[in-house]
């Protein structure tokens, strides 16, 4: 899993950041619609880590 990047890393056109569901946070023009194949938990050697949907971590640029 990727520490939250900072918007001053962001591309110009990106407006929307979001973790995805291995974990890995995601830059997006337009608002990320949610999609039936997004997790809530990641493979953790064997186990399982708790993940906050993406739903939850989706923000918008201010």
């Not at 990047?5 to 973790?19: V, Y």
């Not at 974990?23 to 997006?28: A, C, S």
């Not at 990320?32 to 194949?37: A, F, H, R, T, Y």
């Not at 493979?43 to 971590?57: A, I, S, V, Y």
């Amino acid at each position: 899993m990727t520490m939250k990047p900072d918007w001053k890393d962001a591309p110009e056109w990106a407006n929307w950041m979001a973790r995805d569901k291995d974990g890995e946070w995601r830059v997006f023009e337009n608002e990320p619609q949610l999609d039936e194949s997004a997790g809530f938990y990641r493979p953790n050697n064997g186990r399982h880590m708790p993940l906050k949907h993406w739903t939850e971590t989706r923000e918008r640029r201010s």
